[in-house]
Nanobody
Framework: QVQLVESGGGLVQAGGSLRLSCAAS????????MGWFRQAPGKEREFLAA????????YVADSVKGRFTISRVNAKNTVYLQMNSLKPEDTAVYFC???????????????????WGQGTQVTVFS
């Protein structure tokens, strides 16, 4: 499995921005589609965005569409989540995950992600 480490979380005022990073190691990064999820206290983990191995296809959940953008740089073994116009309800632990899917595919299905990072806390205050 690939090892994943998230960074970039923190405390931000509502309306602000953060960029989360997820660094991969241990396996060939370009062999994995990547996804971002979050989990708020007392809630189930929620899919946010995914990007294909090819870097040509992305999918963003309706709940964050227009505010969050996913990208990846395979040469840096890193996937990013740019978060703009943050709201207090975006407060959660954010996780990246890797899925060994086909080259152009993205997946929103949590069970199709076999490797997960430890998460990074994002807190948005008003």
């Amino acid at each position: 499995q690939v090892q994943l480490v998230e960074s970039g979380g923190g405390l931000v005022q509502a309306g602000g921005s953060l960029r989360l990073s997820c660094a991969a190691s241990g396996r060939t990064f370009s062999n994995y589609a990547m996804g971002w999820f979050r989990q708020a206290p007392g809630k189930e983990r929620e899919f946010l965005a995914a990007i294909s191995r090819s870097n040509s296809n992305t999918y963003v959940a309706d709940s964050v569409k227009g505010r969050f953008t996913i990208s990846r740089v395979n040469a840096k073994n890193t996937v990013y989540l740019q978060m703009n116009s943050l709201k207090p309800e975006d407060t959660a632990v954010y996780f990246c995950a890797a899925s060994p899917t086909s080259f152009y595919s993205v997946t929103v299905v949590e069970s199709e992600y076999g490797s997960w990072g430890q998460g990074t806390q994002v807190t948005v205050f008003s």
